[in-house]
């Protein structure tokens, strides 16, 4: 198992050399907004412990007013099986 600095690093580095819209350079944006939402500690803490369990991280929406758009507040770990707005960098 990789420390989360290091898989971090990893995405992100996978991300730069990769294609404008593939999955990877795409998990690499995806980083990028969580590491300024929710901070470099939560972020690495939560990619380790996603490797350790074999789970991916998503984001995680405000509930909509349906008239709002939705805003991301948080991230969190899910199985690999589901649904939305997830993210997951084999």
């Not at 690495?44 to 507040?73: M, R």
Request: glycine share 8%; hydrophobic share 40%.
């Amino acid at each position: 198992m990789k420390n989360g600095f290091s898989l971090y690093k990893h995405y992100l580095s996978a991300s730069q050399v990769a294609k404008r819209g593939s999955f990877a350079w795409q998990y690499g944006q995806f980083l990028t907004e969580a590491f300024y939402l929710v901070g470099v500690q939560k972020l690495v803490d939560l990619l380790e412990q996603a490797d350790k369990t074999g789970q991916h991280i998503e984001l995680v929406y405000a509930p909509s007013d349906g008239v709002t758009i939705s805003t991301t507040f948080d991230i969190r770990l899910a199985d690999a099986t589901s649904e939305g707005p997830a993210f997951r960098y084999p």
